[in-house]
């Protein structure tokens, strides 16, 4: 992804890679009905949430090129007021948030788990650049099943529940279904073209925000986007509301990524590509690591 904000210190304590314990069978804990409620909750939270964003935006220091400082007040800021939120609404629901969390170790599998980035696209942000985004999705035990992706500048609010349509703003998106061609569009991370190479016929171009990337290929402003150096935060409400979309995310050889492995184990260790279904091979057939 586009952010070049340190990492340092952040995957301390989320585990290190190795045998996989099994994950126990997925018992549905939420009921259509409350999703729908939290929905509209989270819909408000995302808005609420852009807002008070905004208010940092802009305040850069004019002679830093990327003004860490600010990016880390208002990271701070937007992911403790979402945790409150939350927390007052849903007190038997868990938390992980970007900003320094750890995951529980005494959660349950079984429990529902927010999970969100306050400012995903942090040097946009910082450059007071519009493509930035509060990206926030709710687990229910080890499945994704609702997401909100709000873009304060433009007021784009994206979300959806699994099983249901995804929605920008009050209206229904859908990917694009048509073959690539020169006028296709792929989005890509910052560190993309020193990775690999590419034969894709069309436009590619990095906008700084994964979240908002995927969003774009959902409502079928692009006709993919690859996903690189990612962590969970960074995707999990834009697989809820691809998938609802009718788009995958799959890595490049084809296979499915299951998100519940990476809530405590930081940097997701491969790279990955958003779609339309049945787009997958045609588009990681143009690209070639270096």
């Known amino acids: 992804m586009a952010k070049t904000k340190s990492r340092k210190g952040k995957d301390k304590g989320r585990g290190k890679a190795g ?34 964003a905004l208010s940092y935006y802009g305040r850069a220091n004019p002679a830093l090129r990327y003004d860490a400082a600010l990016v880390t007040e208002a990271d ?34 079984q429990e529902p788990l927010w999970v969100v980035d306050p400012v995903d696209g942090s040097a ?51 990917v694009i ?6 006028e296709s569009l792929l989005l890509t991370y910052s560190r993309f073209h020193s990775e690999f190479t590419t034969h894709f016929p069309g436009k590619v171009r990095s906008l700084g925000s994964t979240a908002a990337h995927m969003a774009y290929v959902a409502r079928g402003a692009a006709g993919g986007a690859l996903l690189g150096n990612v962590h969970v935060w960074d995707i999990a409400a834009g697989l ?44 990681a057939d143009t690209l070639q690591a270096r």
């Not at 009905?33 to 929905?39: A, G, R, Y």
């Not at 650049?129 to 035990?141: E, H, K, R, T, Y």
């Not at 499915?256 to 779609?275: C, E, M, N, S």
Request: hydrophobic letters at 40%.
């Open 177 to 182: 279904d048509e073959a690539v061609d020169n």
């Open 19 to 52: 045998p996989r314990p099994p994950v126990k069978p997925y018992r549905p804990r939420l009921t259509r009905k409350e999703l729908d409620d939290i929905l509209t909750f989270a819909k408000g939270l995302a808005r609420a949430s852009g807002a008070l």
């Open 76 to 109: 701070l800021a937007v992911q403790d007021y979402i945790r409150g939120e939350v927390h007052s609404t849903y007190p038997d629901h868990r938390f992980l948030g970007e900003e320094g969390e750890v995951m529980p170790d005494d959660r349950d599998e």
């Open 240 to 283: 809820v509301i691809l998938e609802a979309a009718g788009g995958v995310v799959r890595d490049l050889g084809g296979g499915k990524i299951d998100l519940h492995h990476f809530l405590d184990r930081g940097r997701i260790d491969r790279i990955l590509l958003a779609v339309p279904s049945g787009q997958h091979r045609e588009l």
């Open 124 to 174: 946009s942000f910082s450059a007071g650049m519009p493509v930035w985004a509060v990206s926030i999705c709710l687990f229910d035990g080890v499945r994704p099943v609702l997401g909100t992706i709000h873009l304060p500048v433009t007021g784009e609010l994206y979300s959806a529940v699994a099983g249901k349509p995804a929605m920008l703003n009050d209206r229904e998106i859908r």
